[in-house]
C-alpha cells in the first residue's frame, strides 16, 4: 500500500518537464524530493494531485489507478497541504480542519455532527486542540502550517503531498513542523514533500528522491543517495558533507562557507 508512479511525463504544451518519472514507496514514509527551481516538482505533485490531466503513464495509491477515481474519491486516498498563507476570512480552527471533511459529505449536504467529530479528531492527532476556538487568521505561521496539516488529515487520506511545508517558517517552527511529519509518517502516513533543504532530508526523511532532468536521478536513505557530486551537480555549487556529532545523521554545507 502507497504511491506508485511509472513512466511518468508530462509537458505544458511543446515544453517537457516529466520525462519518464518512475518512483514507488510505501506507507509510513516520510519522502523528502530535492530538485533545484523549475525541476518539475510542483508538476510532479499536480500530477499525482489530478490538476494537471494530460499525462502519459501511471499514478496508482493503495493499488488503483489514480484516473480511474472521481474527485472525492482521490481526495480519500491523497490530500495536498499548502505552504500556510494569510486567510482572509476569520474562520476558527475547528472550521478550517473540517472543511477537510467535505469528501465525506454526500451532495450538497453541510458539515455536520460526525464531521465536526473527525475535524476535532485530527486536532487531537496534531495535539492542537486547545487551539480549536481560536481564529486562523491570528495564529503564528507555524501554527497555521499545522492546522493545514490537521485539515489534510481530516480529509481521512492515508498520502500527504506537501509543497514545501517549511517554506516562510522560522528555524524553531520548521524543526516543530518537521517533527510532526516525522510522527505522522511513524504512525503510517506517507508524506512527499518537496525542500530546498538537504539537511531537512538527512534530518528527517526516510527516503530523499532527486528530480532532474525531468527523471528520478536517486530515490533511497538520505545518506545513502544524497552525496557531494550529486548535490554539486543539482546545485551547481560545491558543498562539503559532514556527520552531525553522534546522532548518525549528515549535515550539509556550501564549500564557500569554509572562508576560500
Ligand atoms: N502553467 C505553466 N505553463 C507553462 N510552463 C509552466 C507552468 N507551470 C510551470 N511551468 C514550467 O515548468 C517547469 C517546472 O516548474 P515547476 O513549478 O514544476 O518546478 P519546481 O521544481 O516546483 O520549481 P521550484 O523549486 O522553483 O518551485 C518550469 O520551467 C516552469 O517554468
Redesign the pocket.
Known amino acids: 500500500m502507497g504511491l506508485i508512479v511509472e513512466n511518468l511525463t508530462f509537458g505544458?504544451?511543446c515544453?517537457p518537464?516529466l520525462k519518464g518519472v518512475d518512483f514507488s514507496v510505501e506507507k509510513g514514509n516520510l519522502v523528502c524530493m530535492l530538485?533545484?527551481?523549475?525541476?518539475?516538482?510542483?508538476?510532479?505533485f499536480r500530477c499525482i494531485l489530478g490538476l494537471l490531466k494530460g499525462y502519459h503513464g501511471k499514478i496508482m495509491a493503495d493499488g488503483v489507478d489514480l484516473r480511474t477515481l472521481k474527485e472525492k474519491e482521490l481526495a480519500r486516498k491523497i490530500a495536498y497541504i499548502p505552504q500556510n498563507h494569510d486567510q482572509a476570512f476569520a474562520f476558527s480552527v475547528l472550521d478550517m480542519v473540517m472543511m477537510g471533511t467535505t469528501s465525506s459529505l454526500q451532495g450538497l449536504k453541510s458539515p455536520g455532527r460526525e464531521q465536526r467529530e473527525t475535524a476535532f479528531d485530527a486536532l487531537k492527532t496534531m495535539r492542537i486542540e486547545a487551539m480549536a476556538e481560536r481564529s486562523y487568521a491570528h495564529l503564528s505561521g507555524g501554527e497555521q502550517q499545522l492546522v493545514l496539516i490537521a485539515r489534510a488529515i481530516a480529509q481521512q487520506a492515508g498520502i500527504l503531498i506537501m509543497?514545501?511545508p517549511c517554506a516562510n517558517l522560522d528555524y524553531g517552527n520548521q524543526a516543530r513542523v518537521m517533527e510532526e511529519l516525522k510522527r505522522l509518517a511513524g504512525e503510517g502516513y506517507l508524506i512527499v514533500q518537496?525542500t530546498?533543504s538537504p539537511d531537512q532530508a538527512f534530518l528527517y526523511a526516510d527516503q530523499a528522491a532527486v528530480?532532474s532532468d525531468g527523471v528520478i536521478k536517486a530515490f533511497g536513505k538520505p545518506e545513502e543517495v544524497l552525496t557531494e557530486s550529486l548535490l554539486e551537480t543539482m546545485y551547481g555549487i560545491t558543498v562539503r558533507l559532514f556527520d552531525a556529532g553522534d546522532t548518525g545523521r549528515k549535515l550539509c554545507m556550501p564549500d564557500r562557507v569554509k572562508g576560500e
Open positions: 505544458y504544451r515544453f518537464v530538485g533545484k527551481n523549475g525541476a518539475g516538482k510542483s508538476t510532479l509543497d514545501e518537496s530546498h528530480l
